[in-house]
């Protein structure tokens, strides 16, 4: 049997809670064997010492930009930035020009994804016709033709009736809505947090209650609906309260935090560095030890990238002038594994969160090693100290506030159905 043999790492199943030393064989794409004693059969043999091996991660949030916007990104070189940083399969967000508000785009998406992207593809769907907020799309032949979700992201609902029958229409095709939470009226022209580091920099501020009024309005149509509610980058203490008290009430609620929420807060922006400018803002260092603390008692499921590419010109602007956020596929590890050195998360429930929990969420495969599952695997080396460098990356965008430096943790190879895709001394492989 032709196949790989991944040898002598630690084994990291989230799903069977398997965490012990051994190795991975896989072929045929799927996952032959797991155990401490593997023969090699004659397979292509990857050496994890010292590393993990896990589920590929899984990335429910990221912005591809194609059609529309392909001097950012494409699907091609995001899916090959996603392998790169991990993930076997990353899901898209709908803002691309023209918007997949329609099956037929879905289904190009889908198209492209197979033939360019060696990362699996998921496409999410708007919720609303050109994502204006007022007419709901035609979610039935969307999921038909492969939705996996539906999302005006970057985009709040504002109409509160609209987003009621969004959630009520969700629960027909059995797919998760996924919201952006920010009151447009209440964000204003806010390009930071508001707080000490808006005085200080003299911006507009953009305050947690913006976010936290429609994170408590779509907890209650979610409770009055019975619909699968999903929150789309949590970023303030306010936000991770609501969502744990509403999952005790029995709502049907999902969330995600991104890796720049857990670990930056609005000092980054002190700089003026446009790569620090997203929406949601990063917050205060309260927010961030509330999401960090929502993560490892989970409140809050997965981690989420937003990876969200732009072009230079772009981000040489003005603060208050340049689009909202950062690339993440390459980085998202590394930054993540500092809950893990702080103890906050083991890492088995740091997997859990990046493969299993966001592939659930979706209704995918995903997060589990179990022998017979598609074998999208990622191996990672914990304690690898490396310099990020975006102009050696994947992303055909450059847009990040880790650019230069020093990061601890790297992966070393992805498998995506039993094909080694990526790995760090060769680079993305395939197709
Ligand atoms: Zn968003």
């Known amino acids: 049997m032709s196949g790989l043999l991944i040898r002598g790492g630690r084994i990291l199943d989230p799903t069977s809670g398997r965490d012990e030393p051994g190795s991975v064989l896989v072929g045929d794409g799927r996952i032959q064997a797991v155990g401490p004693d593997l023969d090699a059969q004659g397979a292509e043999v990857i050496d994890a010492q010292g590393a993990w091996i896990a589920p590929g991660f899984v990335d429910m949030h990221c912005h591809l930009r194609e059609p529309g916007q392909e001097y950012k990104e494409d699907i091609a070189s995001g899916g090959r930035a996603a392998v790169a940083g991990g993930f076997t399969a990353v899901a898209c967000m709908a803002n691309t020009h023209p918007v997949n508000d329609d099956p037929a785009m879905t289904d190009y998406i889908l198209d492209r994804a197979l033939h360019d992207s060696p990362a699996k593809v998921y496409p999410i769907a708007a919720a609303t016709q050109g994502l204006e907020g007022e007419v709901m799309s035609e979610m039935a032949a969307l999921v038909k033709a492969g939705a996996v979700a539906f999302s005006d992201d970057g985009h709040t609902i504002m109409d509160a009736e609209v987003m009621r029958r969004v959630l009520e229409y969700s629960r027909l095709v059995g797919v998760p809505i996924i919201v952006h939470c920010e009151d447009r009226t209440l964000v204003g022209n806010g390009v930071v947090n508001e707080g000490p580091v808006s005085t200080k920099l003299g911006l507009p501020g953009n305050p947690a209650a913006a976010e936290e009024v429609h994170v408590v309005r779509d907890l209650m149509l979610a409770e009055l609906t019975g619909a699968h509610l999903h929150i789309a980058h949590v970023s303030t203490a306010g936000s991770v309260e609501a969502v744990r008290r509403a999952r005790e009430r029995g709502v049907n609620v999902t969330a995600e935090v991104t890796p720049h929420h857990l670990t ?69 590890a590394a930054v993540v594994l500092d809950l893990v050195r702080k103890e906050e998360l083991t890492p088995l429930e740091l997997m859990r969160r990046i493969s299993a929990n966001p592939a659930r969420i979706l209704g995918k495969p995903g997060g589990s090693l179990a022998v017979g599952e598609p074998a999208d695997v990622v191996v990672l080396d914990p304690d690898q100290r490396w310099t990020y460098d975006p102009a050696k990356g994947y992303s055909k965008s450059s847009n990040s506030p880790w650019a230069g430096e020093k990061l601890t943790g790297r992966v070393v190879a992805t498998l995506v159905d039993g094909r080694l895709v990526y790995h760090v001394d060769r680079g993305v492989l395939v197709p």
Do not use: W
Request: hydrophobic content about 40%.
């Open 264 to 332: 930056l807060t609005d000092e980054a922006v002190l700089g003026y560095d446009t790569n620090t400018k997203v929406a949601p803002p990063l917050r205060s260092a309260a927010d961030v030890a509330a999401c960090r603390a929502g993560l490892a008692d989970g409140t809050l499921d997965a981690i989420a990238t937003d990876h969200a590419p732009h072009a230079q010109h772009e981000k040489e602007q003005e603060f208050t002038e340049a689009p909202s956020g950062m690339i993440g596929f390459e980085t998202a």
